[in-house]
């Protein structure tokens, strides 16, 4: 899907990822990322959306969760981090790191509640009132008061399988109402998803159906006496979407694959985010005149086609999709290869849904890549043999 605009914009990453192959530094089945373009990435993302007006909170589950790089991209001026389930809270919370927005894609835990607003979030998101009556009791039990959005939806809406939820707007001014009357917690804002999406007829991003419903949303809200602080739109957040969001009168939006420049929108390598991880394996065995190498890192919905092997020199070969209804043990390569060539892929991925390594490269467009650690893809350090550091 982006293995044009990977040789295209940063062919540099492909010469360090091969060459941390070579060295024996990562192994197959590992996701290799370029530091510097990340943060690069990340700061053309503030610029903009500092430019109309948006506040962005950072995505880390597309790149593993990765304590590291949340760091490195908080010193960049990032607001704080979203986590769209509790367990990536529960990891950033080990390594100290702020969340800003937890609860939107997956509610938190009863079990879990005090802990969560014991951390301070900027928002939590909410749709039911038995967990807004839960925060609010914990909020009351630590003497402050929890901001909430509420995620709404409207008949029409495009909503994922396995995320159907959400206030309609039928019912919220009555929830709102029943939400007001709840000490220890204060209604902000609104929230969706998704609200933007890639048109690859028209090869270019536009608000989904979704974005109607949080502006109409946010003025129900007006009419129920709220002072609206947040109108949360994420999806497919970039330097070409922000505008759009900020003249529909989004205020925050949180940023994921733009900061790797893996979005669907680049697959021609024509965005001003550059691509800054690629996808390194090695073949395993031939069978029946087909090549598999190491797999692990596949996802479903990554339009994965393509991959280049190295033989003697890179040469491209397709990749056989796999069935849904199995484990990616191997990927497949419709010509045969040498065992134990690499394999350089690129596609959208989110990582923390796969068994890969992580690998963080600095370093690489100075001709010095440095190894700056590998994670497993829930953010876990995985320790290094010494020697790996600099190659």
């Known amino acids: ?47 903009t959306a500092a430019r109309y007006g948006i506040t962005l909170y950072l ?25 769209v389930d509790f ?19 997956v509610q938190i835990p009863s079990a879990m509640v005090d802990e969560v607003v014991a951390h301070h979030p900027e928002v939590i998101t909410v749709y039911s009132i038995a967990k807004a009556r839960e925060i609010a009791a914990a909020a009351l039990r630590q003497n402050r008061e929890q901001a909430l959005l509420l995620k709404v939806w409207h008949h029409g ?34 929230t969706h998803f998704p609200c933007m999406l890639f048109d690859s007829e028209k090869g270019k991003i536009l608000p989904s159906p979704n974005l109607n419903t949080l502006i109409e949303a946010k003025s ?8 609206v602080e947040q109108v949360n ?34 697959q021609q390598g024509n965005q001003p985010e550059q691509v800054a991880m690629l996808y390194l394996t090695e073949i395993s065995h031939c069978h029946q005149g087909k090549s598999y190498c190491y ?25 056989l999709k796999p069935a849904n209804d199995s484990i990616d043990y191997t990927l497949s390569l419709v010509e045969s290869f040498a065992v134990g060539c690499p394999v350089i892929m690129c596609f959208r991925t989110q990582i923390f849904a796969t068994r890969s390594d ?33 190659l």
């Open 1 to 47: 899907m982006l293995l044009k605009a990977l040789q295209k914009q940063n062919p540099a990453l492909m010469d360090a990822a091969f060459l941390l192959w070579q060295q024996g530094a990562i192994k197959p089945d590992s996701y290799v990322i370029d530091v510097d373009q990340v943060k690069q990435n990340a700061r053309l993302l503030l610029a």
């Open 59 to 83: 995505m880390s589950k597309q790149f593993g969760r990765n304590p590291q790089l949340c760091r490195l991209l908080l010193e960049c001026g990032y607001q704080g981090i979203v986590a």
């Open 87 to 105: 367990k990536e809270a529960r990891q950033l919370y080990r390594h100290n790191l702020p969340v800003a927005h937890v609860g939107h894609l």
């Open 157 to 190: 809406d495009l909503i994922y399988p396995g995320q159907e939820a959400g206030f309609s707007l039928d019912e919220l001014p009555s929830i709102i109402s029943e939400i007001k009357t709840l000490p220890g917690v204060r209604l902000v804002g609104v």
């Open 220 to 227: 129900i809200f007006e009419q129920q006496g709220i002072v």
């Open 233 to 266: 739109g994420p999806s497919a957040t970039g330097v070409e979407s922000l505008p759009q969001l900020a003249r529909l009168g989004v205020t925050h939006a949180e940023p994921g694959h733009s900061l790797t420049g893996t979005m669907p929108s680049n």
């Open 295 to 319: 797999g692990g890192g596949y996802y479903r919905r990554s339009h994965l086609s393509n991959a280049l092997v190295y033989d003697q020199q890179w040469q491209a070969s397709k990749v």
């Open 358 to 390: 992580v690998a963080l490269v600095t370093g690489i467009h100075s001709g010095q890549p440095t190894l700056l650690g590998i994670y497993d893809s829930q953010g876990n350090c995985i320790p290094m043999s010494t020697g790996q550091e600099r």
